[in-house]
């Protein structure tokens, strides 16, 4: 095995979105020294980084965090990467996939004598700026532990919850909590709408009672989430809200594991909150 990786050592950095480009900006203030890529050239913008023209220019780092929309696009990196990369280099997989994506891209990673951990994150594009995030790592321990300093820079917490896979399967659970909660919020307050009651209203009644959550506390997250996503061209399919329940659906599927609640918000939720997020500012 190579030598620990610290500040010297080059670190990649692929998919400069929603959560990749602050991610990046943490690393970067965090005194690492960045190669950058985005099939979109214009949001490697604002970063001091080198920028890779391609994937294979990525191929010198040490470490390497994707943050690409999906399982396929997290595959085709890592089909270009794993032959070119050096031995015992690491990536880190912070897209939301499928936890079989993550298994079967672990064992192709080994074969190729290179670690890969799942390592989704939440917490958001503010907590991702401020190297604040929660981190959910499946994978090899000692894998892990090589790479812990790059993780620190952009989260405030880094749990290991398993093997590969375990990951994503953490961060779909707490994406169906959180969006279980959000939908329920949205179908309680237009309820109180139809009565003539303001959100805020009902919000600071909530506040100090049992309907209290971090949904009700951050009221307002995803519209401007998704007029982040708005900006950036991000399609509604591809958007938390729509492509993670979807995931949680397949991943349920593999497993034979009955989630009607997030069959049903796979369905609907992602309408609700593009609509709301279309009405500006709560009332």
């Not at 049992?210 to 009700?216: A, K, L, R, V």
């Not at 982040?228 to 958007?239: K, L, Q």
Request: charge should be negative; glycine fraction near 8%.
């Amino acid at each position: 095995m190579t030598d620990d990786i610290d500040r010297t050592s080059p670190v990649g950095f692929a998919g400069l979105g929603n959560l990749g480009h602050p991610m990046a900006q943490a690393l970067l203030r965090d005194g690492w020294r960045l190669t950058v890529y985005d099939r979109d050239e214009r949001r490697t913008e604002g970063l001091d980084a080198e920028i890779a023209a391609g994937p294979a220019d990525l191929a010198g780092c040490r470490v390497i965090g994707l943050a690409v929309p999906d399982d396929q696009a997290v595959t085709e990196l890592i089909d270009s990467l794993a032959p070119v990369l050096e031995t015992d280099s690491v990536v880190l997989v912070h897209s939301t996939i499928l936890p079989a994506t993550a298994k079967r891209l672990a064992q192709k990673a080994e074969s190729h004598q290179i670690g890969l951990l799942d390592v989704p994150v939440s917490g958001g594009a503010e907590r991702a700026l401020s190297g604040s995030l929660t981190v959910m790592a499946g994978g090899r321990v000692e894998v892990l532990d090589r790479v812990r300093p790059v993780l620190d820079s952009v989260a405030e917490t880094v749990l290991h919850v398993g093997p590969a896979g375990a990951g994503a399967a953490v961060k779909l659970a707490n994406q169906l909590m959180m969006f279980s909660a959000l939908a329920g919020v949205h179908e309680a307050l237009e309820l109180a709408a139809a009565y003539d009651v303001p959100e805020q209203t009902v919000l600071d009644a909530v506040s100090t009672s049992t309907g209290e959550s971090w949904i009700t506390r951050n009221w307002g997250f995803f519209d401007r989430v998704a007029a982040a996503y708005d900006a950036g061209g991000t399609p509604v399919r591809d958007r938390p809200w729509a492509k993670d329940l979807w995931d949680v659906v397949a991943a349920a599927r593999d497993c034979d594991v009955q989630v009607p609640v997030a069959g049903l918000l796979a369905q609907h939720l992602a309408e609700r909150v593009e609509a709301h997020a279309r009405k500006g500012p709560a009332s």
